[in-house]
């Protein structure tokens, strides 16, 4: 839900979730007396999560630098007039310019940095909010991400109560995809519902943890497997190796193309729910607690 925000400890609290446990550190620099935007504070707190991971991504042992201040800007420029700006810089090996078209695509892959599902999630939420995503990179010279958020500089900034922590659902779930920044987003969305997140890379690393799990009497109650894997078992082969080892498996389809038979009729493929990329953390929870635990 939308309300006027001060993006400031949003933008603190985001980039710390992101980067703990990372080897790399963030450098903040954060206005005072910034303009109050119009947002969904769960929306936007991804958005940051997502930037912070892709730099982290881009350069493990490196200092990701994020910025927050008010900006002004001139036509044709959209949004135009007073705006946020955040800006994200990491030190990494940078993105080809015939890459840089492609990264928010959610069809696309690049093992040179954890683009995908993030990035697409990204400028999918900062559009809704009337905003924009631009990006400058060059080869061996790092990337910068700026998103730009109108902002009501005569508005009062309002400090909402803390949303409500989230329903523990106490569940095991293993989550298979090849982009390891979706697996990192995926685990992190679920973890503060009560879930217990082990995430695999391929079909065969997910069929090895849900055998171990099993054997070690901590089986999982549910698997969320990405749909297609270029060059590797995608995730209706590895469900038909997963229900040969345990007839009872529960599992939900992730795919970006929306469009796919098995999303269209997922029951008849076998598996209990779908979701489509880009989706956020609050779909997928949702989609999760939907599902919920085995029956008995």
């Not at 881009?58 to 201040?69: C, H, M």
């Not at 943890?209 to 549910?222: K, N, Q």
Request: hydrophobic content about 40%; aromatic content about 4%.
């Amino acid at each position: 839900m939308k309300a006027l925000l001060d993006l400031g400890p949003l933008v603190r609290e985001g980039a710390l979730f992101a980067s703990r446990g990372a080897a790399g550190t963030c450098r903040l620099d954060v206005q005072e007396g910034l303009w109050p935007v119009e947002a969904d504070p769960g929306q936007l707190g991804q958005v940051v999560q997502n930037l912070v991971l892709n730099a982290l991504e881009a350069r493990p042992d490196g200092t990701v630098a994020i910025s927050l201040e008010n900006v002004r800007r001139e036509p044709p420029a959209m949004p135009s007039g007073p705006c946020l700006r955040l800006r994200v810089t990491d030190q990494g090996p940078g993105i080809p310019a015939d890459r840089l078209d492609r990264i928010f695509d959610p069809f696309y892959s690049t093992k040179l940095r954890g683009s995908g599902l993030g990035l697409a999630v990204t400028q999918s939420i900062v559009a809704r909010h009337g905003g924009q995503v631009e990006v400058r990179s060059e080869p061996g010279q790092g990337t910068t991400f700026d998103v730009y958020l109108p902002a009501l500089p005569d508005r009062a900034v309002v400090h909402p109560e803390p949303p409500a922590p989230a329903p523990a659902m106490r569940l095991r779930v293993l989550v298979m995809d090849d982009e390891e920044v979706i697996r990192r987003v995926t685990q992190r969305a679920l973890a503060p519902a009560g879930c217990d997140v082990e995430v695999a890379g391929s079909g065969e690393e997910a069929i090895s943890r849900w055998r171990a799990a099993r054997e070690a009497g901590r089986p999982f109650d549910l698997a969320v497997l990405d749909l297609t894997v270029p060059g590797g078992m995608g995730g209706q082969e590895t469900l038909a190796a997963l229900r040969a080892l345990d007839p009872a498996i529960r599992a939900i389809v992730s795919s970006g193309y929306s469009s796919s038979a098995v999303l269209a009729d997922y029951r008849a493929h076998g598996f209990v729910a779908a979701i489509t990329k880009p989706w956020t953390a609050e779909q997928l929870r949702r989609v999760v607690a939907a599902v919920g635990a085995r029956p008995g």
